[in-house]
């Protein structure tokens, strides 16, 4: 007769942790931010609410993780680098107006812009795992254009950044006009004109 096998806490926390994130992004889609509760998403996980704050501060951490989950690679960030900076800025840009117009990624993003306008603490969280990670592995992209001489060798690497990325996001916050791939190769050519060398 075999002995029962201890339950592995690990892979239950683990289980546990996945399906929070997942009811979290889940709710954010069907009901909006305002609406969703650590109750609700309790329920829709499994666990109990104590469970949540155990792991998490506040609701706008647990939606934050959820959407951060959907990009975790076991590779960290990396862009592209094919040593055309035109193309490879071009699919990054691309890729990025695909994942604004995705609902899955949409919801959790403009819930969290709007907590992250209140809550300081989940504005440090945003910058230091998702934002400045982001930014790094771009302009380590930037910087392999700059040694190649594609990009002006004293552009100052945020800006670079900023005029890429500011219009798109302006656009997406406000509805202001479709994010198509045309658009993201517009912002790639204005950008590279700006900072040619």
Known sequence: ???????????????????????ARELVSEAGY???????????AGVGK???????????????????ALSEGEEGV????????E????TVM?????????????????????QIIEDPELAALYREKLAGPLDHAKKERL????????????????L????LYAPLYQRWLHRSGPLTSEYADALVDAALRAFAP
């Open 1 to 23: 007769m075999s002995s029962p096998r201890t339950p592995n806490p690990a892979r239950r926390s683990e289980r546990s942790r996945q399906a929070v994130l997942a009811a």
């Open 34 to 44: 305002p609406k969703v509760t650590i109750e609700a998403i309790a329920a829709r």
């Open 50 to 68: 104590q469970t949540i704050y155990r792991w998490w501060p506040s609701k706008g951490a647990v939606v934050f993780e959820g959407f951060l």
């Open 78 to 85: 990396r862009l592209p680098d094919t040593g055309d900076i």
């Open 87 to 90: 193309a490879d800025l071009k």
């Open 94 to 114: 691309r890729a990025t107006v695909a994942e604004f117009g995705d609902p899955a990624f949409e919801a959790p993003l403009r819930a969290l812009n709007t």
């Open 143 to 158: 910087r392999n254009a700059q040694r190649a001489g594609q990009l002006r060798a004293d552009a100052d690497l945020g």
């Open 160 to 163: 670079v950044l900023e005029v």
